[in-house]
Structure formats: C-alpha cells, structure tokens
C-alpha cells in the first residue's frame, strides 16, 4: 500500500488499518469477522463506523485498540505497528495514545470515579495530585463534576458512561476509540458528549467510533459501512457541497445585501 | 398550506409588507424552504381575498402594508390549536421509488437502498454541521435584528433538528428495508431449495420402481 494520502492533509495517520483480516475458530467453525480492511485516520478526523451487527464493527474497533491481534494485516498507531511490540510496550503505547470507551464502560468498581479516570495519568508518571486535577477537569467538561467521588456502583449507567468517556479523553491521547459511547445516554446528553469528541477531533486527535445510530454518526467526518467484514461504501462530509449548507449561504447573501 | 399561515404568523405581530415577510419567514427556517417575493405576494393577495388580512397603507417608500384582521387571527388560533393533519400523507418519492424497485425486474435494490443511505448520511453529516455551529452560537447573518435573533436562532435549531430526525427515520427505514428484503431472499432460497428436493424425489423414484421390477 501507498504510504501518501492525496486526500488528506496532513502526514502520518494516527491510525493506520493495512489490510486487516480477522478469522476467529478453525475448520468448520471459521468464522472471517474482517475480510480485508484497509483505514487511515488523520489528524483532526472524526470516523464513525456503521453496519448491521455481526459486521465486523466492534472487531474493527478491538483491532484498532490493540485489544485483539489481526490474523493478517497490520495495525499501526501514530506509525507504530502494534503487532510487533512486547507486552509491555503495547500496554504502553495504549495507556499513552489511546482512550477507550467500551461498550460496558469497564470501570473499576473499587475506584471512585476520579480515581478511575486519573488512573492511567498516574500510570503515566504524573503525581497523584495533578492527575486528580486533571480528572476533575474531565469531569467538568462532561458536565458530572458532582460524581468526582461516588463509586461505580452507585452511578446510573449514563453516569458511568460518561467517566469512561472522561477516562478516555484525559491526557494527550492522539486516539480515541469509543463502542457506542452514548448507547445509555438520553437525546441531548449523548449530544453533549458528541459534541466533547467533535471538540477533541477539531483540536487535532483522531477517533473512531461504532455506532447504529445514523444521528450519532452524523456527528462524524467520514461515515464508514461495514458488511460482513468489508468495508463497502463511506460517506465523507465536508463543509461545501450541501444543498442546505448552500442555501443557508444564500440565505446569508441576501440579509447580507 | 404552511406558507399561508406562516406569513398569518408574522402579520399577527403586526403590519408588515411583502419583501419583510420573506426575510423574517427566512430567518426562523434559516432558508430551508426558500419563498420567493412573488410567492409572498400571491399569498397576501390570496389572504386578503378571504378576508384574512387587509391593506394597512403604504410608508413613504412605497411598501404596502398589511395587517391581520379578526378572521385572520382566528384563523391563527385554529391552526396553533389543531394538529397538523397525517390523514394525507405526503407523497414520498424515497418509497414510491422502493416500491417500484421490488417490482420492476432487473433493479439491483440493494443498491438502491446503499446509494440512498450514503446520501442521507450526508445530508445528516451536513445537517449536523449546522446544528454544531448553530449550538456553539455562531452568529448568523440573516438571523434578524439582535432581539429577534435569539428566539430565531431557537426556531432555526427546531427547525435543523427536524430535518436531522426525518433524515435518521429514512435511514433506520431503509436499515429495515434492507434486513426485509434479506430475509425475503433466505424464504425465497428456503421455497427453491424444497422445491429443487420435490423435484429431485420425483426423479428418482421411477429408477426405484425399476429396481423393484
């Protein structure tokens, strides 16, 4: 594969899927869940992936995380290939470049929510006090700064969804991977929080996130369609082209004059 | 019709003249449905005709006037108060176009339905996009003068909102269609496949007979 891009603008992708396959079991029980994706993801790009389930989306994106190995094909993030680092460089490499929201949020239920979200800040070096700061500081700009010391348990699933996505997002992770982040959100707090990973991408990371529903993906750059393993159609939005877009222009125009 | 009693909506507030209509109509709908001068004036002279508004003179520029009279207003009262009526769907060329693909030999459907979904997605993207800046308050020219422009901000994100949530309909639509059309292909598959069985029994069983012979 051609390393250069014409169509995006700038360099190296943050995420890299070079002819990705997956084969889960063996022999009669193969199952092909990724049948050759190939995927970049830039700087500043907000991908979502869409297809009905059984697809290969939550595969594409366990793949891209470093949660799971491809059978062929390779997964680089910000150029380096995960296949071919040790345990612990891997540990580090998805502790220090990659958030990620999963679909069951994973908290740890004996952290309080500030605790699981500095965590990995921690991990990283940081003193105990400037993470904390810095979670707080997640938690504010997911609008749950109350929730600072509660446990897993006692949070609602929406609330706990959130600290897994405030988790995600701290530190200067370059990607984000997030399953269906605003699955037991209500309309305008998973907007909220849409609009969080759209702040994040215009700030210059990249993401990638699986959803069904159309409204969410819409909030993306490129909306990716996965069926049976294939990556078989994309919609891209920019900001000309839309007959909408064009008439507000018009609409402008002509207060304008 | 809509326009009718849009223009009903903003003559309530007080007389106004054709060229305002069409600029405030535009600024609450952020010019999705763009009216043109003539349209607004076909519409007045249709009000005016069925005593719904009435001339309320010129200014010093020549701009006719026209203000709403008591059957207008009521008029207005009736229609905030009375749903808008789903008797008559409108006609819908997405399914009429479906409906004509499933009967019509040799259209690839499933292809039909892809291109229309990438297509709605893009105009959701786009819708979206709007929606992001109309929510992060990017003011917009043509939003009318500062105090009207915050209530039509609001009208405009009601507005983007309904296209957004008619856009995803179509689109969960034509998921549905998809995963129909499937699974009309498996009953399919499964009827050829038990007829293909019938047939090779019925085959078979003369060289059965023979072996008994």
Not at chain 2, 32 to 56: F, H, I, K, M
Not at chain 2, 107 to 129: E, F, M, N, P, W
Not at chain 2, 142 to 165: H, K, M, P, R, Y
């Amino acid at each position: 594969m051609s390393h250069t891009d014409p169509t995006s603008s700038g360099g190296r992708p943050v995420l890299h899927l070079d002819g990705i396959t997956r084969v889960h079991g063996q022999g009669a029980a193969e199952v092909h869940a990724l049948r050759g994706i190939d995927l970049r993801v830039h700087p500043g790009e907000f991908v979502a992936v869409m297809g009905p389930s059984g697809s290969g989306k939550s595969t594409l994106l366990t793949l891209a995380g470093g949660l799971d190995t491809p059978t062929t094909g390779q997964v680089l993030v910000e150029g380096v290939a995960l296949g071919g680092l040790n345990r612990k460089r891997l540990a580090e490499v998805r502790r220090r470049s990659v958030g990620y929201v999963f679909q069951d949020y994973n908290l740890i239920p004996a952290l309080t929510a500030a605790e699981n979200i500095s965590l990995p800040r921690e991990l990283d070096g940081l003193s105990a006090r400037a993470a904390r700061r810095e979670a707080l500081a997640a938690l504010e700009e997911l609008g749950i700064p109350e929730l600072a010391d509660r446990f897993p348990d006692d949070m609602s699933g929406g609330q706990q969804q959130r600290v897994a996505i405030a988790r995600a997002l701290i530190g200067d992770r370059r990607l984000v991977l997030a399953d269906e982040p605003t699955g037991a959100l209500d309309s305008t707090t998973g907007e909220a929080v849409l609009a969080v990973l759209r702040a994040r991408c215009d700030a210059g990371a990249a993401a990638m996130m699986v959803t069904h529903e159309a409204r969410h993906a819409a909030w993306a750059d490129r909306v990716v369609f996965l069926r049976d393993g294939r990556m078989v159609d994309e919609s891209i939005s920019q900001d000309a082209g839309s007959l909408l877009v064009s008439a507000a222009a018009n609409a402008k125009r002509q207060g304008e004059e | 019709m809509s326009i009718r009693h849009g223009l009903l909506a903003l003559l309530g507030q007080g007389p106004r003249y054709g060229y305002q209509l069409r600029t405030e109509f535009e600024a609450r709908t952020g010019a999705t449905w763009p009216l043109n001068v003539g349209q607004v004036y076909t519409t007045l002279s249709r009000l005016e005709r069925d005593g719904l508004v009435e001339p309320a003179g010129e200014d010093e520029e020549g701009h006719q006037f026209y203000e709403v009279t008591d059957a207008g207003r009521a008029e207005l009262r009736a229609w905030f108060d009375t749903p808008v009526p789903r008797t008559n769907p409108p006609r819908d060329e997405l399914a009429i176009k479906l409906a004509m693909a499933v009967t019509v030999p040799g259209v690839d459907v499933s292809a039909v339905v892809q291109g229309q979904r990438r297509h709605s997605i893009k105009a959701l993207q786009d819708y979206t996009r709007l929606k992001g800046r109309a929510l992060a308050g990017e003011p917009r020219l043509g939003a009318g003068t500062a105090s009207a422009s915050a209530n039509n901000d609001l009208a405009w994100l009601l507005v983007l909102e309904q296209l957004i949530f008619q856009t995803e309909a179509e689109i969960r639509w034509l998921d549905h269609c998809e995963t129909r059309l499937a699974q009309q292909a498996e009953i399919e598959q499964a009827r050829a496949a038990e007829a293909a069985g019938q047939e090779t029994a019925r085959t078979f069983r003369p060289g059965r007979r023979r072996t008994r012979s």
